[in-house]
């Protein structure tokens, strides 16, 4: 295994870490028991997960992620063997099971108590806001609408002093941020800098793959400019970038199979990129899915890459990405496709 460090910390991660939003729903506890002891096994010490785990989100299953980890950080006694990230739902429909107030000071210290019960431990290393609480674009949105209706206050200082309290109290080491935008993020790191008693944003959760390499548009000169490092999610574009989903019969328990609304990296534009990809991996004898986890392993902005898997077998392929190194042809040939299809899936 390979490590970085969370940006202005001394802790020490995995290049790749451990997603869990599978476990309840396409995975039982058992097998995320299993991915977690291998995982750790192979030196994988970073876990990410969140309150709104698993997805597609669902009442009767809130929070069930968090409690398998909490039983096996019971079972095993491994949870100071284990870096461990979580976040807080923002509000909308996708968490209106959850809670409609957004981040408000209640909401947050409720939330991190909640996480921490179920996770069964007495602190999270690394908290994050899951999306903003204002409109934007994200999750899959392109643009800016800038004619919507926002009446959204801005309370960033407010929330980083809830922040800062759950610090001092010791139930939450740091903070970041996901699904964040340019201005979003310099918006938080500039509060802490003029209130220098507000925590820093350390890190930003955001999609990052051959199919949506958006982060590089503003956000990758405010990661290495600022130190705030990407925890980059969706590596494989909900295992589009695997392959398995150009076969004439898709997989039958795949995600986009199950859940046929997970369509951001299945249109035309993404698959004819994807096909382009295929055939660059075959032609220089590799797996697509480590051709395209490896690219990500390779970005200096990068501090994790967050590979998920459903079975064994993806998540050997997807933590031996960390040992495959990319010639300059196949660089080249990444580059190459990405002028042609530039993020046909945003």
Not at 91 to 113: D, L, M, Q
Not at 165 to 190: C, F, Q
């Amino acid at each position: 295994m390979k490590y970085t460090r969370i940006p202005h910390t001394d802790i020490r991660i995995s290049k790749i870490c451990l997603g869990t939003m599978t476990w309840g729903r396409q995975n039982n506890e058992d097998e995320a028991y299993g991915q977690m002891d291998y995982a750790l096994d192979q030196g994988v010490n970073f876990f990410d997960t969140a309150e709104l785990y698993p997805v597609p989100a669902k009442k009767e299953l809130y929070a069930v992620t968090e409690e398998f980890i909490g039983n096996w950080f019971k079972k095993t006694g491994n949870r100071d063997k284990v870096v461990l990230a979580s976040k807080i739902a923002g509000p909308g429909h996708a968490a209106k099971h959850i809670r409609s107030t957004g981040f408000s000071k209640e909401s947050i210290i409720s939330a991190v108590e909640g996480s921490l019960k179920r996770l069964q431990t007495d602190y999270i290393d690394l908290y994050q806001l899951h999306w903003p609480e204002r409109n934007t674009n994200y999750f899959g949105q392109r643009g800016y609408n800038a004619h919507a209706v926002d009446v959204w206050d801005d309370n960033i200082h407010q929330v980083l002093e809830t922040l800062r309290d759950l610090i001092a109290e010791g139930k939450i080491r740091h903070v970041g941020l996901s699904n964040e935008t340019p201005w979003g993020a310099m918006r938080y790191l500039e509060e802490s800098k003029v209130h220098q008693s507000l925590p820093r944003m350390l890190t930003i959760q955001n999609p990052y793959n051959l199919l949506n390499r958006l982060f590089e548009v503003g956000l990758s000169e405010v990661a290495m400019r600022e130190q705030i490092g990407l925890l980059a999610y969706s590596p494989l574009g909900f295992g589009v970038l695997s392959g398995k989903y150009l076969t004439e019969i898709p997989p039958r328990k795949a995600r986009v199979t199950l859940f046929p609304n997970y369509n951001r990296y299945s249109g035309d534009t993404a698959v004819q990129a994807t096909e382009k990809y295929a055939q660059l991996a075959s032609e220089h004898g590799m797996s697509m899915a480590q051709m395209a986890l490896a690219f990500v392993n390779t970005r200096p902005f990068l501090t994790s890459n967050i590979i998920g898997a459903t079975s064994m077998e993806q998540l050997k392929e997807n933590i031996a990405s960390i040992d495959v190194d990319l010639s300059d042809a196949v660089l080249d040939g990444i580059e190459e496709i990405h002028r042609e299809i530039p993020n046909p899936a945003p």
